[in-house]
């Protein structure tokens, strides 16, 4: 057993105060590093994700819908990419002026003295990958409208909206 104010390493040996703020420094630029990054990862995939339908979702009632009624899997269709676009601009909404807040202030995150990283890189990550998630609601949005145009293409089926 350690005494107080000691802790030992894996090999059962006694640190001394020195190697215990080294281990603490290291295990703070992990855990600081480890939660900015995620952030910025989510954000960055956004789009793509997306864009090859990846992203987390239900669909088994839409594409049912899409194999017998077209039209009407369109118009949901055109629904669910309004209301992503418009969730990506409120969040836009929320996330442009907290850019601008932490470049400004010089916001940072992490134990001074330890380590800090500055916090507008990710808020800028954060608002370029909801921009392009954004405009890719709207390219999804485009494709279903124009399907719905289209007269006779296999997407938009035969029935009358």
């Known amino acids: ?70 039209a009407i899997a369109h118009v949901m269709g055109i629904v669910t990419q309004i209301l992503g676009a418009a969730f990506m601009i409120i969040i836009l909404l929320g996330s442009i002026p907290y850019l601008g807040e932490s470049w400004k202030k010089n916001y940072y995150i992490g134990v001074e003295g330890m380590f800090t990283a500055p916090v507008w890189p990710i808020a800028l990550i954060i608002v370029v990958g909801v921009f392009v998630t954004m405009v890719q609601f709207l390219v999804l949005l485009a494709g279903h409208v124009r399907a719905m145009r289209a007269p006779h293409s296999p997407d938009s089926g035969s029935e009358a909206s």
């Open 1 to 70: 057993m350690s005494e107080p104010g000691k802790s030992e390493d894996r090999a059962g040996r006694r640190e001394g105060a020195p190697l215990r703020l080294f281990g603490g420094v290291v295990s703070g630029m992990n855990a600081e590093m480890i939660e900015i990054s995620i952030i910025g990862i989510v954000f960055m995939q956004l789009a793509d994700s997306l864009r090859r339908s990846v992203l987390t979702r239900s669909d088994g009632l839409f594409n049912q819908v899409m194999l017998r009624r077209p």
